[in-house]
């Protein structure tokens, strides 16, 4: 097949550690800047606070502009190789999860916006290929009361041939690995996205696996909670997925040929 590694940074070495677990630490601390960490991809609260900036402390530090933190294997005579990532996986930090795009390819942003910026306004691009983790999310918005318009995005670190970067998804991009809720033999299965705010509504996106393995996709307005997104949860029944919100059914979509006719 095609080597698709990309070709040698020219960058600058900053050390070495002991063991993954400490590599991991270090990529999580320099990868973005920020005093505190974003709130996990399970927050329904709108989160308006700060983005933290990809590379935000090296470069307030020491002037550098981030373009990826690369991790090597380091060699008995001094020199390094490339980093062979182990199977079984390591065991990740407590915020990495685990996640992949919709699509074979979405454009990574440096910063969150209200509204999905062109793709000339990216500075990365990420592959489907390649490993993703969320490790937060962010919501940006415009307009006040029923003319507010929100887009929540996912704080993502991207892995690819030893190559992490960082950036933002639009959170209705991106599908957590453990967020999938599975019927009993895999397929179909299932998740449920908090996507935006359109005024009273919370724009949620749910992401069908149906057994052919075609991949559907609609977005669900439900109530807005005071705080954002309401606290909802989703059923798989044998011919339809159920959305309930407070033990209550808000929303049902049928497993047939009328997913992808229905209104979104």
Partial sequence: GVDRRPPPLLGHYVGAVDD???????????????????????????????????????????????????????EDDGGSRPFRWPAPPPELPERWHPAAIL?????????????????????????????????GVVD???????????????QVLVHEHGRWRGGYLPAAQVAQIDGWLRAPRGLPRVQAI????????????????TPDYDL????????????GFPDYAIELAADAVIVTIAGEETAR????????????
Avoid: K
């Fill in 140 to 154: 940006r918005c415009d307009g006040d009361g029923d003319a507010q318009r929100c887009t929540r995005w996912d």
């Fill in 216 to 227: 559907h996709r609609l977005t669900l307005r439900l109530p807005r909670a005071a705080g």
């Fill in 103 to 135: 699509s074979q390819r979405a454009p990574l942003f440096a910063a969150p916006a209200p509204r999905l910026p062109p793709f000339a306004e990216s500075h990365d691009v990420v592959q489907r290929s390649d490993d993703l983790y969320v490790i």
């Fill in 194 to 209: 908090p996507a935006g705010i359109d005024g009273a509504d919370a724009l949620v996106l749910v992401v069908i696996r």
């Fill in 20 to 74: 993954l677990e400490a590599a991991l630490a270090w990529i999580t601390r320099w990868t973005f800047a920020a005093e505190a960490p974003l709130p996990g991809p399970e927050s329904r609260a709108l989160s308006l606070g700060p983005a933290p900036i990809p590379g935000g402390a090296l470069l307030d530090g020491f002037g550098t502009h981030l373009l990826a933190v690369v991790v090597d294997a380091a």
């Fill in 253 to 264: 979509v049928p497993l047939n040929a009328s997913i992808d006719a229905r209104p979104r």
